[in-house]
């Protein structure tokens, strides 16, 4: 199983940038997907994630209303939508996915694949 996450970049505060995770095999669209970031000198923390259908979906609080995750099980790809991007928001993201079944979408230890990560640095 791989993942490729790209998407991140360069963007003002108040902008926008839509992150992809595209996953390899066919059982990607039947897993669990989330999405996380780290910044430098702090914890890798819990952004978003949605199940295989899109019927359950989650954010962190400091997203809601900005963010939006979204599927496309027919391209084997997930999209994070960020919107209104704050300074506070530069990190490295991951999009990992879920393949053991017990998920706990907010807890990284869960998640046993992880992408590479891509950077998103928001200026003020």
């Known amino acids: 199983v791989q993942l490729q996450a790209s998407g991140g970049g360069l963007v003002q505060a108040g902008g926008s940038l839509r992150l992809s995770c595209v996953g390899s095999g066919r059982m990607f669209r039947s897993w669990p997907v989330g999405w996380f970031r780290q910044a430098p000198g702090k914890q890798r923390e819990f952004v978003a994630a949605?199940?295989?259908?899109?019927?359950?979906?989650y954010y962190r609080d400091s997203v809601k209303g900005r963010f939006t995750i979204s599927r496309d099980n027919d391209k084997n790809t997930v999209y994070l939508q960020m919107n209104n991007l704050k300074p506070e928001d530069t990190a490295v993201y991951y999009c990992?996915?879920?393949?053991?079944?017990?998920?706990?979408?907010?807890?990284?230890?869960?998640?046993?694949?992880w992408g590479q990560g891509t950077q998103v640095t928001v200026s003020s």
């Open positions: 949605s199940n295989w259908s899109s019927r359950q979906i």
């Open positions: 990992a996915a879920d393949t053991i079944g017990f998920w706990r979408y907010d807890q990284a230890n869960e998640y046993d694949y």
